[in-house]
T-cell receptor
Framework: NAGVTQTPKFQVLKTGQSMTLQCAQDMNHEYMSWYRQDPGMGLRLIHYSVGAGITDQGEVPNGYNVSRSTTEDFPLRLLSAAPSQTSVYFCASGRNNSPLHFGNGTRLTVT | AQRVTQPEKLLSVFKGAPVELKCNYS??????LFWYVQYSRQRLQLLLRHISRESIKGFTADLNKGETSFHLKKPFAQEEDSAMYYCALASGTYKYIFGTGTRLKVLA
């Protein structure tokens, strides 16, 4: 049982480049979400999904895109990377009102 | 508005001293409350949830609806408790609200 798997663990991008952060879960959770973690700001919700084909914006969605074509996968796309997107990104999944399960995080640096 | 407040960004205590990490929430209904712990450069892990009323790694947390608080306590801190702690609230349908976190440093 792998839980929530995120790839890559580390990534360095140049300003303007695009990339996709991958997230997969094998617990059949309907809810999946992406957070970014910045010093002093805690966790901020970027996008979330409550099922395949359903996505919605969180607190800080600008510059990010998501899709949910299957229950298992919830990729996060950076359309045109900016230095302000330098952060640690966490994917999480869960069931309604139950604890979230987090991935190991992706450390992204944009130069 | 629904909110989770962790007033301390950093809490330093000596080994063996009691620890209390504060968490206050604002929510009109019956909340589901959690504490998560994040050790250095690792994932967030669930530490406690209020409905289970159990003690994990010596930590306990009691929901006080009158004071809208869910403080995390441990009678004797250990060095391995040094980590980032997040209080979180689950409200309604798939809505999770996290506090900004408290970094606990346990000094030798």
């Amino acid at each position: 049982n792998a839980g929530v798997t995120q790839t890559p663990k580390f990534q360095v991008l140049k300003t303007g480049q695009s990339m996709t952060l991958q997230c997969a879960q094998d617990m059949n959770h309907e809810y999946m979400s992406w957070y970014r973690q910045d010093p002093g700001m805690g966790l901020r919700l970027i996008h979330y999904s409550v099922g395949a084909g359903i996505t919605d914006q969180g607190e800080v969605p600008n510059g990010y895109n998501v899709s949910r074509s299957t229950t298992e996968d919830f990729p996060l796309r950076l359309l045109s990377a900016a230095p302000s997107q330098t952060s640690v990104y966490f994917c999480a999944s869960g069931r309604n009102n139950s604890p979230l399960h987090f991935g190991n995080g992706t450390r992204l640096t944009v130069t | 508005a629904q909110r989770v407040t962790q007033p301390e960004k950093l809490l330093s205590v000596f080994k063996g001293a009691p620890v209390e990490l504060k968490c206050n929430y604002s929510y009109s209904g019956s909340p589901e409350l959690f504490w998560y712990v994040q050790y250095s450069r690792q994932r967030l892990q669930l530490l406690l949830r209020h409905i289970s009323r159990e003690s994990i790694k010596g930590f306990t947390a009691d929901l006080n609806k009158g004071e809208t608080s869910f403080h995390l306590k441990k009678p004797f801190a250990q060095e391995e408790d040094s980590a980032m702690y997040y209080c979180a609230l689950a409200s309604g349908t798939y809505k999770y609200i996290f506090g900004t976190g408290t970094r606990l440093k346990v000094l030798a």
